[in-house]
């Protein structure tokens, strides 16, 4: 089965630029898809297709994938910003696959 | 604006069983497949079912598969999901989350979700 992997959590200054990332198998041939999820809330669509901001998601965020990582960048980070973020992708085999979750925390 | 609106969550005793629906608003429901997502206490997501669009094609992941039954309604823009045979660890919160699909590049992700609603198997 096709597995992703994430840190448990990330920690980054208030300001600072923050990077979580992604793990699995050659994921630089699959589509990355970036959810945020704040503290008894649904997750939230952050990035789409490994590059691509939803409308109403800051410019702030943005996306890459290559490689056997991808890889969620979170610029001038914000208190607001902290939140568990989970990657996900589709397989053909596994099908629908979330990553772990990595806690964001801004310092 | 789209919406997704879960209801039927509650206490249950293990071997019980409970129905969630999920009702859908703000676009053409019948157009997408939807899926159920939970998420046990302090842990992460896992996908657990979905049905197409038609309601002919219905998925599960191996940890439900038997025991659960996802199913749509078009014409009232509703989804649920039948859970029996409950066990402890069936406690999570149920999230529905509608899903886009881009098949020529195989891929789909899903947005929105609703708010989610939790269910807690005792045992």
């Known amino acids: 089965s096709y597995e992703l992997t994430q840190s448990l959590s990330v920690s980054v200054a208030l300001g600072q630029t923050a990077r979580i990332t992604c793990g699995g198998n050659?994921?630089?041939?699959?589509?990355v898809h970036w959810y945020q999820q704040k503290p008894g809330q649904a997750p939230v669509l952050v990035i789409y297709?490994?590059?691509n901001r939803p409308s109403g998601i800051p410019e702030r965020f943005s996306g890459s994938n290559s490689g056997n990582t991808a890889t969620l960048t979170i610029s001038r980070a914000q208190a607001g910003d902290e939140a568990d973020y989970y990657c996900?992708?589709?397989?053909?085999?596994?099908?629908?696959?979330f990553g772990g979750g990595t806690k964001l925390t801004v310092l | 604006d789209e919406q997704l609106l879960e209801s039927g969550g509650g206490l249950v005793q293990s071997g019980g069983s409970l129905r969630l629906s999920c009702a859908a608003s703000?676009?053409?429901?019948?157009?997408?497949?939807i899926s159920w997502v939970r998420q046990a206490p302090g842990k992460g997501l896992e996908w657990v079912s979905a049905?197409?669009?038609?309601?002919?094609?219905?998925y599960y992941a191996d940890s439900v598969r038997g025991r659960f039954t996802i199913s749509r309604d078009n014409s009232k823009n509703t989804l649920f999901l039948q859970m029996s045979s409950l066990r402890a660890e069936d406690t999570a919160v149920y999230y529905c989350?509608?899903?886009?699909?881009?098949?020529?590049?195989?891929?789909?992700?899903?947005?929105?979700w609703g708010q989610g609603t939790l269910v807690t198997v005792s045992s």
């Open positions: 989350a509608k899903e886009i699909l881009v098949a020529e590049a195989g891929t789909m992700w899903f947005d929105p």
């Open positions: 703000g676009f053409t429901f019948s157009n997408f497949a």
């Open positions: 049905v197409s669009g038609g309601g002919d094609s219905t």
């Open positions: 050659n994921i630089g041939s699959k589509n």
């Open positions: 297709r490994d590059t």
């Open positions: 996900q992708v589709w397989d053909n085999t596994s099908g629908w696959v």
